[in-house]
């Protein structure tokens, strides 16, 4: 059974910064697409960034320059960083993976991660 786990967040103050992961239970890199969301209650969720199957990454443009979508195979796991964080960044964070078994695409989203982000 597939598996993934999704942790991180916390609370820091402007201009910190702080790392979120989503770890597999699978290769990293059969994956389709891993990505990371944001929501702010009230909100709809937007997306923050994302990592491709062949290694392309792409980014909002509220994350291009300060943070970082990267894969690390031994530990089969995704991570974000956030950095120079600002209080408009604080949000509830989420994973999303999408892979195939076969002709079949799931998906699955991480329960979420709050970051607070304090002047």
């Known amino acids: 059974q597939v598996q993934f786990v999704e942790s991180g967040g916390g609370s820091v103050h402007a201009g910190e910064s702080l790392t979120l992961s989503c770890a597999a239970s699978i290769d990293i890199f059969s994956l389709n697409a891993v990505e990371w969301y944001r929501q702010v209650s009230g909100n709809p969720r937007e997306f923050v960034a994302g990592v491709m199957w062949g290694g392309s990454t792409n980014y909002a443009d509220i994350a291009k320059g300060r943070f970082t979508i990267s894969r690390d195979k031994p530990a089969n796991t995704v991570f974000l960083r956030l950095a120079d964080l600002k209080p408009e960044d604080t949000a509830v964070y989420y994973c999303?993976?999408?892979?195939?078994?076969?002709?079949?695409?799931?998906?699955?989203w991480g329960q979420g991660t709050q970051v607070t982000v304090s002047s």
């Open positions: 999303n993976v999408r892979w195939y078994e076969g002709d079949t695409m799931h998906e699955w």
